[in-house]
């Protein structure tokens, strides 16, 4: 009797870890660096950005962006050169596969985060949704 061997069912798709961390943009990096040098010349730590994600706005969502001099035990951390970030892990859950940039145009400059897990936003970007 001969015995065909079936091959094994395929793998559930896990995204690598790049895809589900949040990441900053160069551009935003070296927004973050400007400003964390001008908000603690002589401090002894650097000043991070948090973003945070709260709830509210006129989408459901908001994005929170504020400068702390010390990060939280359990925040998410990024260090890119002089730049840092922190993230609280209830908003890394919202903000995974996203990418926080800085745009400068004639209407203004400010942070935006890509978020591909929002399925909505307001107008001004500022707010979101999720399904």
């Known amino acids: 009797m001969v015995q065909v061997l079936q091959p094994p069912p395929p793998l559930p798709y896990i995204p690598a870890m790049d895809e589900q961390r949040f990441t900053i943009s160069d551009r935003a990096a070296e927004r973050i660096a400007e400003i964390a040098a001008g908000a603690s010349p002589a401090g002894p730590a650097p000043a ?5 994600v709260l709830a509210g706005g006129c989408s459901g969502f908001q994005y929170r962006f504020e400068l702390e001099s010390a990060s939280q035990p359990e925040d998410f951390v990024i ?3 002089a730049a840092r970030v922190v993230v609280d892990p209830t ?3 919202l903000l995974s596969g996203a990418m926080l940039d800085y745009t400068d145009e004639l209407m203004g400059s400010h942070f935006t985060v890509r978020n591909p897990n929002a399925t909505s936003s307001c107008g001004c970007g500022t707010s979101f949704s999720i399904d």
């Open 48 to 52: 991070s950005l948090r973003v945070a």
């Open 79 to 81: 260090d890119r050169g």
């Open 91 to 93: 908003s890394l859950e």
